[in-house]
C-alpha cells in the first residue's frame, strides 16, 4: 500500500481481499498501483464480456452521460426503448424489465412468479429451485439458492422454495403440488463450481413444466450474452423457456440487469415492479453496445471456438498433472483438481500477476473476456501449468 492509498478498514470487510488496488484494465489485462500487471480469467465474475474498458462501452458512456444521465424511472428514454426492442428480437422474450443486479433481475422473476399464480392458478406461489443453485444475496434469492452456506444465516427464510436435484426429473416431479407456480435453474450452476444441466434434462423439464402448467425460469445471470458459445444457453437445448434473466456480462461491466418474460407471462400491472433506476439511459447505452457486439454471429462463432481451445487446453493440463474432469461449456469452463487446493492455487497464481477463481475448494472455474486470445488462453495454462509443477500436486493426486 503506498502513501496516497486511503485505509483498508473503511469498507466492510464482507470478503478476503488480496491487499492490491485496481487502477486500470484493458482487454484481458488488469493493472494495480504498484503498476505490476495481471492476466484476468475472472473478468468481474463473467461480467466483462468485452474485456476490461472496452473502447465500444467507454465511447458509448461518454456519449450518453454527456447527453442525459436519468430522466425519472416514469418517462420513456431512447437507451432502454432500442435495448428493449434489440433483446425482445434477439430471443424468445416479448417484454423486458431492466434493474440493476442480478439478484434484482430474480426477485422480478420470483414476483412475476407469485404474480402469474394469484392470476392463473389459484394463488400457486411455490417455486422449485435446485440444491446447489445460486441466485443471489437478497433475502428471496437466498432463500431460492440451494448454497449450504447460506442455509443458517439470515432466518427466517422466504418461504416458497422447494429444492429438486440437477438433472434429475423425477425429484423435481415428487415437489410438484397444487401449490406450484414455477421452476427456476441455472442451466449451468455456476457458483457451485460449473455444473450444468444436460440438454435432455432442460428438454424433459420444458415439457414437464408445460403438463403442469409451470412456468420455467431461466436464470441466465451467469451463462447469458455470449458467454456459452451461444447468444443465450436456452438455444442449446432448443427450447424456449417463459421467464429469464441476465446480469454480469449484458452491462460488460457496469450495473445493468434484465427480466425479460413471454407474453404469457408478463403480467405486472402498475405499481407491481419498479426501482429508482431502472432503464436509466447511462447502463441502457452501455447494454447495447455490448448486445450490439457480442450478438454478431462472427464474435458468438470466435466465442465458441476460444472455448474450445480452451477446453481441449485445459484437457491437456489435466492429463499432464492427474488431475479430473473438465466441465462446462463455451467460456465458463471449470477444472476439477481432485483436492481442496483452489485457493492456494489460486493465491499463487495472483503473485504470479494470473488472477484465477476457485468456486468451491476442488475447483477452478475460468471465465475469460469472450474475445480473448489463443495467446492469452496459452499465457494462462503455462502459468497454471508451472504452478501446478512448483505446488507438486500431481504427486498429491498420485
Ligand atoms: C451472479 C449471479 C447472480 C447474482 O447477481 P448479482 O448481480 O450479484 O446480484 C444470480 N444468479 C446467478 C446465476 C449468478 O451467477
Same mark, same amino acid.
Given at each position: 500500500m503506498t502513501d496516497a492509498t486511503p485505509s483498508?478498514?473503511?469498507?466492510?470487510?464482507i470478503t478476503a481481499r488480496p491487499k492490491a488496488v485496481f487502477v486500470r484494465g484493458k482487454g484481458s489485462y488488469l493493472w494495480d498501483d504498484s503498476g505490476k500487471r495481471y492476466l484476468d480469467f475472472v473478468q468481474g465474475w463473467a461480467v466483462n464480456c468485452l474485456g476490461h474498458s472496452p473502447d465500444a462501452i467507454a465511447d458509448a458512456l461518454a456519449v450518453q452521460s454527456a447527453a442525459l444521465l436519468?430522466?425519472?424511472?416514469?418517462f420513456y428514454n431512447a437507451p432502454s426503448l432500442k435495448l428493449a426492442n434489440a433483446l425482445v428480437e434477439k430471443s424468445c422474450f416479448d417484454q423486458v424489465f431492466f434493474c440493476n443486479s442480478g439478484a434484482e433481475a430474480n426477485e422480478g422473476a420470483i414476483k412475476l412468479a407469485r404474480k402469474y399464480g394469484s392470476l392463473?392458478?389459484?394463488?400457486a406461489h411455490e417455486i422449485i429451485t435446485f440444491e446447489g443453485g445460486f441466485h443471489g444475496r437478497t433475502l428471496a434469492t437466498m432463500s431460492a439458492? *440451494?448454497?449450504?452456506?447460506?442455509?443458517? %444465516? /439470515?432466518?427466517?427464510k422466504v418461504a416458497g422454495f422447494r429444492k429438486a436435484k440437477l438433472n434429475d426429473l423425477d425429484s423435481v416431479k415428487a415437489l410438484i403440488s397444487p401449490a406450484t407456480v414455477a421452476v427456476m435453474l441455472e442451466p449451468v450452476q455456476g457458483e457451485a463450481g460449473v455444473w450444468p444441466a444436460t440438454d435432455q434434462f432442460l428438454q424433459e423439464l420444458r415439457a414437464l413444466t408445460r403438463e403442469y402448467g409451470l412456468l420455467l425460469i431461466f436464470?441466465?445471470?451467469?451463462? *447469458?450474452?455470449?458467454?456459452?458459445?451461444? %447468444? /443465450?444457453?436456452y438455444e442449446h437445448a432448443g427450447i424456449e423457456p417463459d421467464i429469464m434473466t441476465l446480469g454480469k456480462g449484458i452491462g460488460g461491466g457496469v450495473p445493468l440487469a434484465v427480466l425479460m418474460a413471454t407474453d404469457k407471462a408478463s403480467c405486472f400491472a402498475h405499481g407491481d415492479q419498479g426501482g429508482t433506476?431502472?432503464?436509466?439511459p447511462l447502463m441502457c447505452a452501455a447494454g447495447l453496445a455490448v448486445l450490439n457486439e457480442v450478438s454478431k454471429p462472427e464474435f458468438l462463432k470466435a466465442a465458441a471456438d476460444a472455448g474450445q481451445f480452451l477446453e481441449s487446453e485445459l484437457q491437456k493440463l489435466s492429463a499432464r498433472h492427474g488431475l479430473g474432469e473438465v466441465r462446462g461449456r463455451g467460456l465458463l469452463l471449470a477444472l476439477d483438481?481432485?483436492?481442496?487446493v483452489g485457493a492456494s492455487i489460486v493465491a499463487q497464481a495472483f503473485q504470479q500477476g494470473l488472477l484465477l477463481n476457485s468456486p468451491q475448494p476442488d475447483a477452478l472455474r475460468f471465465m475469460p473476456a469472450?474475445?480473448?486470445?489463443r495467446a492469452e488462453i496459452s499465457e494462462m495454462i503455462d502459468g497454471l501449468d508451472a504452478i501446478l509443477l512448483k505446488s507438486g500436486v500431481a504427486r498429491q493426486v498420485a
Open positions: 483498508f478498514d473503511a469498507l466492510m470487510d436519468t430522466p425519472s424511472p416514469a392463473n392458478k389459484g394463488g439458492s *440451494g448454497k449450504k452456506a447460506f442455509e443458517p %444465516l /439470515f432466518e427466517p436464470d441466465e445471470i451467469q451463462t *447469458g450474452v455470449g458467454r456459452t458459445g451461444k %447468444l /443465450f444457453h433506476f431502472n432503464g436509466n483438481l481432485k483436492l481442496p469472450l474475445n480473448v486470445t
